[in-house]
């Protein structure tokens, strides 16, 4: 029960193992009493050599990667005195704030200052910590603890050091850990079977079509072996490059009507709409997709390509884009494949935030004149997009049921 000369509820989870249920309320401290000792990163203008100790950043730490190294010298200079070591828990502050890992590799690395060290604690698990950092309690508080209006945001040490701990005894803490633990294992292993895929449709794809300086691709399906070379042409020779005509924000609502897509949300859930009224006009009097024809995103995340489904549906100017391809003769299928392997960044006009429609309709395309061989190649790449598509579902399934199943197992936020 709730002490009634307290405020504060009993700090209990919903959903708790069935011999921790008399267990009694968690703990709550704050994390410069949970952990011996925090500290920052040690280098504050790191220079990256080519080889050498690897070198952890924000990025680094969210992205998984460890593609970035500093001199052995430089490394013995910073960590003379603190040094991270197994178990210990590195938590970003700076940008994406509080996203964390534990160090569980014996390597010699070091650190940037936008990191900061929390010491294994000998009261709680380090896994436990590190699951209890991504819980929406602790979430919220960490926001409400840092510089929002920073550029980039960010928390300060002795705020980080403030913030509260909520935890068990080190049975239940261990129990939680496991279980949260053996879902993010499956979690990986599903990831390394999509990251598998990926690879085996770019290998694929690399075969299925001809190299730079060459005419035909090195793998042919039987029946078009004999079928000769492939042409090659600029996009702009049987396509065109359109877009819808332009609408202005007092014309749209927040629900109800025809989806608006942008960038951000094209081949997702539409923020904005028309009305059916006004689509009707613009369809009718001014450039529309037609069905099939593919839509690409020229702005913020350039190169997203989409099939236009058919659906009502309008889409901002400029910034989404289509292939206008009346001729058929290169499909929109295949089409659709091309696009979707097209390195965006190599366009001499490119920038990382803008594809203009020069750059469409300049960039080369090789395609069989037959378009039975133009149909067998895009339906082979499409049903291993559709694998990769229940894959990523997948994923994002398992993702979804570890946040629901942290929901229970933490106590919720007051």
Known sequence: MTNPHNPKRALTPRLRFPEFREAGAWEIKPLNQVSPSIFDGTHQTPKYTERGVPFFSVENIVSGN????????????????????????????????????????????????TLAVIKKSLIADSYFLHCYFQSERYQKEILSKSLLNAAPCKINMDELRKTEVLFPKLPEQQKIAACLSSLDELITAETQKLEALKIHKKGLMQQLFPREGETVP??????????????????????????CKRIFAHETSDAGGVPFFKIGTLDGKPDAFISKELFEIYKAKYNFPRTGEVLITCSGTVGKCLPYD??????????????????????????????????WGSLNSTTITRI????????????????????????????????????????????????GLMQQLFPKPE
């Open 66 to 113: 460890k593609n970035k190294f500093i001199s052995e010298q430089d490394h013995i200079a910073a960590t003379r005195k603190n040094k991270p070591k197994l178990g210990d828990i590195l938590i970003t502050r700076i940008g994406i704030i509080g996203y964390s890992t534990i160090v569980d590799w014996d390597y010699e690395f070091s650190i940037y200052v």
């Open 218 to 243: 090195r793998l042919r399906f039987p029946e078009f072996r004999e079928a000769g070379e492939w042409e090659e042409k600029q996009l702009g020779q049987f396509g065109d490059v359109l877009m």
């Open 310 to 343: 058919g659906k009502d549906a309008y889409y901002q100017d400029s910034n989404i884009v289509w292939i206008d391809n009346p001729t058929l003769k290169v499909s929109n299928e295949f089409l659709y494949a091309i696009l979707l392997s097209v390195d």
């Open 356 to 403: 203009y429609g020069a750059d469409l309709r300049g960039l080369l395309i090789k395609f069989p004149s037959e378009k039975k061989e133009q149909h067998r190649i895009a339906a082979c790449l499409s049903s291993l997009d559709d694998l990769i598509t229940a894959q990523r579902q997948k994923i994002d399934t398992l993702k979804r049921h570890k946040k």
